[in-house]
């Protein structure tokens, strides 16, 4: 797929040109189809689960985007997979880890092949809509193997600004800065600052009888913890405040422990979030101004926040970012348009269950690119498209379950969860490398809409858990897995069958 879409690229770029430079007479006798369809831009938050998250918290300091609740779409049960790689790379091919191998974060780990079809192609392969394609600031799927640097150019974008491989991704000062695979030098502005110019200079600078979809993925609120410049925040001098991080021995009293809850980095946690809260203000505003179509802004965490200056509930264990807990994979999800949107997206809230993933069927028709999700690239896609319920927030959610995993072959143990339209949580630990989290627990269950803290494990603590609804959700599981050959994982629902009939057999035997 990939090397034809080489071959075409100096095309591409020669029909680009010609676009751009057409006098504007020219440029307004463009089919009507062209006008028609939406700019859509996606904001994308680094680390940011329900916690903190504006329209979520009553007390984030996200004061611009909460401002915009009440004219948003707000999903309240909107799942990611537990860390940045795989649900990135969910949402832009709208396939699970498991058939991608994208479930690793390490630097070191493979990345998105140029095989899978991602949602910049399929939107330019089926939309009459002429779409632009651009993405900035964090990339995080480019690696060796794909094209290194050239790599979002290489997946259907016809523009990168940012950094497209790990290396550098978390300096927020003094960072190279990549233009469509070549550097354009250090720079020494915020890097959240950076990524807004670069998106406002592009959306300018194009032409304005075609629709845009930008990717845009900050870096903030991930870690390091860093003060923004005191323009963006309101906490006050910071100086002197900075805690260096440790992973092992007792910290001292400038150090803090790395994946635990450390409320002396609040501060400058808060900061972080009100630079990225009024950079998003100030893109949002500015392309509002400019624009000459309707724009659907979609903002989102790419899983949730990190265990340092995690605020959400539940005290038993560790059940933030990297998790399979709530904490970990439940994530902001709201949208809204334009003020001349004329109803493009409906305000109020859904309780429906969604996936990130499902951000590929639901942007692929709205751009009009509507096609089976058999077609196409041939492979299976467990993304569900919610356009409808952006124009009748009353229609009920698509999907019976939302599925999760962390780890890979190589070093990070699988664990594997399932999330039903009641709230029930069923998580699978890796037989073979159990975690630390749970103990040795093969097996958890939680009933969330009860338990958001999900402290009660259901299958250990008593024997009132639906077995049948626990068993019936161990299926889903295995007939997601056994819809894809093996290659990126080992799954075998045989350890858990076996200790589901010990439970079964176990709780028989204490009630007789």
């Known amino acids: ?40 831009v996606l904001l994308i938050a680094d680390d940011l689960g329900l916690d903190v998250a504006p329209c979520h918290d009553p007390d984030s300091v996200m004061k611009h985007l909460a401002a915009r609740c009440e004219a948003s779409l707000v999903f309240d049960r909107a799942y990611a997979h537990p860390v940045c790689t795989p649900s990135r790379a969910s949402l832009m091919t709208g396939r699970h880890p498991f058939r991608t191998g994208t479930g690793d974060v390490r630097q070191s780990a493979r990345k998105l092949s140029l095989d899978e079809e991602t949602l910049a192609e399929r939107v330019r392969a089926n939309s009459p809509g002429n779409y632009i394609m651009g993405a900035f600031g964090k990339w995080h799927l480019a690696d060796d193997e794909n094209g290194a640097e050239h790599n979002p150019g290489l997946q259907g974008f016809d523009i990168f600004e940012g950094t497209p491989r790990q ?21 020494s502005t915020y890097r959240t600052t950076r990524i807004v110019d670069a998106v406002i200079e592009n959306f300018i600078s194009s032409p304005s009888s075609r629709p845009s979809l930008y ?3 900050f870096t903030n609120p ?30 001292g009293p400038d150090e803090y422990h790395a994946n635990r809850r450390e409320p002396r ?7 972080m979030l009100e630079a990225l809260d009024n950079e998003i203000e100030r893109l949002v505003t500015r392309m509002d101004e400019v624009a000459t179509r309707p724009i659907i802004y979609i903002f989102l965490g790419d899983n949730g926040s990190a265990a340092e200056v995690y605020r959400g509930p539940g005290s038993a264990g560790y059940r933030a970012k990297a998790s399979l807990y709530e904490g970990g994979i439940r994530v902001p999800v709201q949208i809204w348009s334009s003020h001349d949107g004329n109803g493009a997206v409906e305000t109020g809230r859904s309780d429906a269950l969604v996936h990130l993933s499902d951000l590929f069927l639901t942007i692929s028709e709205l751009t009009g690119s509507r096609i089976a999700a058999s077609e196409g690239s041939g492979r299976t896609l467990d993304s569900v498209s919610f356009a409808g319920i952006l124009k009748d927030t009353d229609r009920p959610g698509k999907r019976d379950f939302a599925y999760v995993e962390r780890g890979n072959l190589a070093m990070m143990p699988f664990a594997y969860g399932l999330v039903d339209a009641a709230g029930f949580k069923l998580i699978l630990r890796d037989p073979v490398r159990p975690t630390g989290y749970a103990g040795d627990v093969l097996m958890e269950f939680y009933d969330t809409a009860r338990d958001p803290g999900e402290t009660s494990n259901l299958l250990v603590s008593t024997c ?15 007939r997601l897995h056994a819809s894809e050959p093996q290659k990126h994982t080992t799954f075998s629902p045989d350890p858990y069958r076996s200790h589901l009939a010990g439970l079964a057999s176990r709780c028989a035997s204490e009630t007789q």
């Open 1 to 40: 797929m990939k090397p034809q879409s080489m071959r075409n690229l100096p095309g591409r770029i020669a029909i680009g040109l010609v676009v751009a430079l057409l006098p504007a007479c020219t440029q307004q006798a463009l089919p009507d189809n062209e006008r028609d369809y939406p700019t859509i």
């Open 167 to 187: 290396h550098d991704t978390y300096r927020f000062y003094d960072y190279d800065w990549m233009r469509n695979g070549v550097s354009v030098g250090n720079q």
């Open 215 to 217: 990717w845009v993925s």
């Open 222 to 251: 991930h870690k390091p913890y860093h003060i923004p410049p005191s323009a963006l925040h309101s906490q006050g001098d910071l100086s002197g405040t900075m805690l260096r991080e440790i992973s092992k021995r007792q910290p």
């Open 265 to 271: 980095l609040d501060r400058q946690y808060n900061a």
């Open 464 to 478: 009132s858990a639906d077995l049948s609804r626990v068993g019936f959700m161990l299926e889903e599981i295995t």
